[in-house]
């Protein structure tokens, strides 16, 4: 039985181009590092997820935040993930209705301008790590998503 249409083609066709992925290295409550650049215009976020690497066990509140070129910040999701330490290997989306982290929870979707899409943590003494994930679509012709 041959297969007309592949899995890449499928999530192609689903959630667009992707997935492009960026690993935090240390998560550090003095350092917002870039995730993704966004450049030309408007994206779609299709899906947006981590897996933890490295374990987070110490109170922290982590922000994966827009910050576009023009215009202000803004949270895409945020929550606390050191209080109940979330292990590696853990899978991290949100409810689409809360913008909160949860373990094993669905992507979502935002959309993003010309700028950068940043991960920011806010905690004592901070710890853990994780690669984040994400698919998108242009809403402007010639929009881009990149890693870092």
Known sequence: MSTLIQGNEVRALMLGRGPVS?????????VT????????GEVLITALWAKV???????????IQANPTTGD???IVAGDLGTTDTAAGTVLGWEPDSAAFTR???PASAVVSTGTVEIDSNGTNVDGAMTVYCT???????????AG
Do not use: H, S
């Open 53 to 63: 690497t490295t374990a987070i066990t110490v109170a922290n509140t982590v922000t």
């Open 136 to 146: 998108w679509v242009p809403l402007t012709n010639g929009a881009t998503l990149v």
């Open 104 to 106: 094993n929870g669905p």
């Open 22 to 30: 960026t690993a935090t290295g240390t998560l550090d409550e003095d």
């Open 73 to 75: 910040t803004a949270a």
């Open 33 to 40: 590092p870039t995730l993704f650049t966004v450049a030309g």
